[in-house]
């Protein structure tokens, strides 16, 4: 069993950035590949951006590629997204989610086996 713990969200203006953090349990979270979803109000949860086992790989959403950052510190148990840029379509509550079958990358809801309790992140205009 895995539990994610996500922080770092806030109220912040269009243009500004903000560094969400993802704080992993257990031992295994180097084998396992991470991604970071979003889900605004009346939306579905979407994908955002993913991180192989070993950091290696990287995939992002069209809608942030170049403005979000996905990295990760195995030796903290730690995964990070780096938000620049934020534009108001960015509110959404943050998740960061863990795949336990493989490292490697996937974009879809239901390749992940562990989620956190999300972070709110609000762009004002």
């Known amino acids: 069993q895995v539990q994610l713990v996500e922080s770092g969200g806030g109220l912040v203006q269009a243009g500004g950035s903000l560094r969400l953090s993802c704080a992993a349990s257990?031992?295994?979270?180097?084998?396992?590949?991470m991604g970071w979803f979003r889900q605004a109000p009346g939306k579905e949860r979407e994908f955002v951006a993913a991180?192989?086992?070993?950091?290696?790989?990287?995939y992002y959403a069209d809608s942030v590629k170049g403005r979000f950052t996905i990295s990760r510190d195995n030796a903290k148990n730690t995964v990070y997204l780096q938000i620049d840029s934020l534009r108001p379509e960015d509110t959404a509550v943050y998740y960061c989610?863990?795949?336990?079958?493989?490292?490697?990358?996937?974009?879809?809801?239901?390749?992940?086996?562990?989620w956190g309790q999300g972070t709110q992140v609000t762009v004002s205009s």
């Open positions: 991180i192989s086992w070993n950091g290696g790989s990287t």
């Open positions: 257990g031992r295994t979270f180097s084998k396992y590949a």
């Open positions: 989610a863990a795949n336990r079958d493989t490292g490697s990358i996937r974009t879809t809801t239901s390749s992940y086996d562990y």
